[in-house]
């Protein structure tokens, strides 16, 4: 059955991406891979009949919305947000990636920190995503990663969504430069004839006492 198959091959992907712990380089294998998945489920869709939950083409519209906000409390102070995130339509899929992390560190003071990320997809077939906080004594980082596929020959009654989280913490200190700065960067794209993009990014930084960055993309193609 088609189901089958590409149950077994989005499966493969998960455990790859799971196993090398989400690397930028296995992201852009696994986003090749469901390109090609996607080419090979269209030719196998004219072989196999109707009854498997697919005929197609189907609309694959698909959205994302990836964020997260870093904030340190001291008096000395950084915090940073960083995200990418792409959406892109071809004939055979919708696929959409997103990466977004979030850094602060404090020293001095009240050597506060909290981080946090967030990822969600509607519209999709299946959808990988991995949150990830590391933290130290007074500084913490958080990620989230996220890939997601819209096939426009096979059609799940029920997304399928695999999402691990991890947090890991140590003893460690982080010197902090003096003052207190507050960045936030972003690359946000969505590549299709009907598309939004809206981004709202945010940074705030206050003299010897607090750093803190946001950013909230939302993408859609249709």
Do not use: C
């Amino acid at each position: 059955m088609l189901s089958k198959f590409i149950y077994s091959q989005i499966s493969s992907i998960a455990k790859m991406l799971n196993s090398n712990n989400w690397s930028d380089r296995m992201m852009d294998r696994a986003v090749d891979m469901l390109e090609r998945l996607a080419d090979r489920v269209e030719h196998l869709s004219g072989r196999i009949s109707d009854n498997d939950g697919y005929s197609g083409p189907f609309d694959s519209a698909i959205d994302m919305e990836i964020g997260g906000s870093a904030q340190a409390a001291g008096e000395h102070t950084i915090a940073s947000a960083d995200l990418s995130a792409e959406i892109t339509d071809t004939d055979n899929a919708s696929i959409a990636v997103g990466n977004a992390t979030f850094q602060a560190a404090a020293e001095g003071g009240a050597e506060f920190v909290t981080t946090d990320a967030y990822s969600n997809v509607s519209g999709a077939d299946f959808v990988l995503s991995w949150t990830g906080t590391t933290s130290g004594k007074n500084w913490e980082t958080t990620t989230t990663k996220v890939l997601a596929v819209d096939f426009a020959f096979y059609e799940s009654n029920e997304p399928v969504i695999v999402a691990p989280d991890s947090d890991h913490h140590t003893h460690s200190y982080h010197n902090v430069a003096d003052g207190n700065v507050a960045t936030a960067e972003f690359d946000v794209t969505a590549n299709a004839e009907d598309s939004l993009v809206d981004v709202y990014a945010g940074v705030l930084a206050i003299e010897d006492t607090y750093s803190g960055s946001a950013i909230d993309a939302f993408l859609a193609i249709g």
